[in-house]
């Protein structure tokens, strides 16, 4: 496993010298990377990253022809089980889907949970997996060490930022506060037509009809336009989940 600690300043990578052997990579989201991934046997390989500033524009993917061989799906949901059973089997089924159609999966970086039923699931498929982990969570949320790489980030912020910015596309599973502040902020960004990507919500069991109830009430009462309602997909379960991302990611599927 990669793991790569993000901090400011200069980027400094572990066993190399900035003139030979950094990378300059521009993504999709306007961020300037020096990366190299440095591998260790037995070991992850721990590289320190600067990231430049931020253009001004839409995050969108990427267009027809140019597509990424496997899309990348970002899943918010619960550090914690809940207490219905189904949560947790709608979580491992989406991480098996995800492998099976050709998607890798980038997610929260913990082992614990709803997180990290999805990831070993997708791990266990075969799905290139990414975690995000902020730095100060790394001892309440100890990470998947079979992810293909390990993001530690100073602050929830950043790690919100990287998720944005590596994702293709968002499914949102139940969870609590920290999985409704990334749902929001993936749905307010695409209000202000800052983010031009799928959001699906997977409403298992009717966990998230409040939600729906609430904003249904935010845009009754005049704060948020209806058009809100587009922004997002609400689907019953990970098959449809799957099925809705194959339509709008076209180029992932496998099967």
Known sequence: MLQRTESAGIPVLAGVT??????????????????KMVRQPQSPTISRIATAKRTNRVMHNPPAGKEKRLR?????????????????????????????????????????????????????GGAPVVGILPKFLEHLEPPLRSAE?????????????????????????PGG??????????????????LGKPILLVNIAGYFDPLKTLLDHVV??????????????????PKEAIATLLLKLPAAGTV
């Not at 309602?229 to 609400?234: D, R, S, V």
């Open 18 to 35: 900035k003139e030979n052997d950094t990378t300059n990579l521009s993504g999709d989201s306007g961020w300037v990377l020096f990366r």
């Open 72 to 124: 990348a799906v970002c899943v918010f949901c619960g550090s914690s089980p809940g207490r219905d059973r189904r949560h947790a089997e709608a979580a491992r089924e989406l991480g098996t889907l995800l492998a099976a159609n050709g998607f890798s999966l980038v997610f929260g970086g913990g082992n614990i949970g709803l997180m990290g039923e999805v990831a070993r699931a997708a791990r266990a």
């Open 149 to 173: 790489e390990l993001i530690v980030t100073p602050d929830l912020q950043q790690r919100k930022q990287r998720m944005l910015a590596l994702a293709d596309a968002f499914v949102i599973l």
């Open 177 to 194: 506060l920290g999985t409704l502040d990334e749902y929001f902020e993936v749905l307010t960004s695409a209000q202000l037509h800052a």
């Open 220 to 237: 009754r009462e005049g704060f948020a336009n209806p058009s809100l309602f587009e922004l997002q997909q609400i689907v019953v379960d």
